[in-house]
């Protein structure tokens, strides 16, 4: 599925997060990586909807306001 449109959450505890949204319909699409950002995160759907939960290793970075790519929603146009 198409993932461009989407909104992106910053979380403390991955595992607890997945297993909340699943309790409201999201389905996970799939996990991934950034080892060198120390990020990991998932993508979820619930129908239209998208979702990525996003982790930082160092649960600090939720106070920088300069990180905004925990704290960010993508919204796809087909013209500008």
Do not use: T
């Not at 461009?4 to 996990?31: E, N, R, T």
């Not at 979820?44 to 600090?60: G, V």
């Amino acid at each position: 599925k198409n993932m461009k449109s989407h909104f992106a959450i910053a979380v403390i505890d991955l595992d607890k997060s997945i297993k909340f949204y699943q309790k409201l319909g999201f389905k996970l699409l799939g996990k991934w990586q950034h080892p060198e950002h120390q990020l990991h995160g998932v993508n979820m759907d619930r129908k239209d909807l998208f979702l990525e939960l996003i982790h930082h290793a160092d649960n600090n970075q939720y106070s920088y306001p300069d990180n905004l790519i925990s704290l960010h929603i993508a919204v796809e146009v087909d013209n500008i």
